[in-house]
């Protein structure tokens, strides 16, 4: 994609990308992907959690074979800029990016922690 630059793990490093290897940048995990316009990953709590908090555009790959990806998705969908795409099919990624990079920001913000208390409170009798 032009003008793209890539963010990539200590351990991939394709040739011909304009790319950075995170290992390179003196930040933690959570910065880089805050400082990012978007996020190439598979389904997965961490990274979909944190994009969404974070404002930060999300393109996931399937992942059939994991239990909890249709309930992820969904979760993404609603709470996040997402887009599914098979990263293996650079038309599919390319497009699922451009979508993403196009909308506006959309942030959610965390509330498990509330729920969390609403649910105890009750049951320990502390209200």
């Keep these: 994609m032009a003008g793209a630059h890539w963010l990539l793990p200590p351990d991939y490093s ?3 990308l304009h790319a950075t290897n995170v290992s390179q940048i003196d930040m933690s995990f959570i910065d880089v992907l805050a400082s990012s316009d978007a996020v ?3 389904v997965g709590y961490c990274t979909f959690v944190e994009a969404a908090c974070n404002g930060v555009g999300l393109v996931s790959a399937p992942r059939d074979d994991w239990p909890e990806s249709e309930h992820l998705i969904g979760w993404a969908k609603q709470n996040g800029n997402f887009s599914l795409a098979d990263i ?3 038309d ?3 497009a699922a990016l451009t979508t993403v990079l196009a909308r ?3 942030q959610t913000f965390p ?3 509330t729920q969390a208390i ?3 409170e009750p049951i ?3 209200k």
């Design 118 to 120: 609403d649910i105890i």
């Design 14 to 16: 394709p040739a011909g």
């Design 124 to 126: 320990a009798k502390l």
């Design 40 to 42: 190439v990953t598979k």
């Design 92 to 94: 599919e990624l390319r």
């Design 111 to 113: 509330s498990g922690a």
């Design 88 to 90: 293996e099919d650079t």
């Design 104 to 106: 506006s920001h959309k």
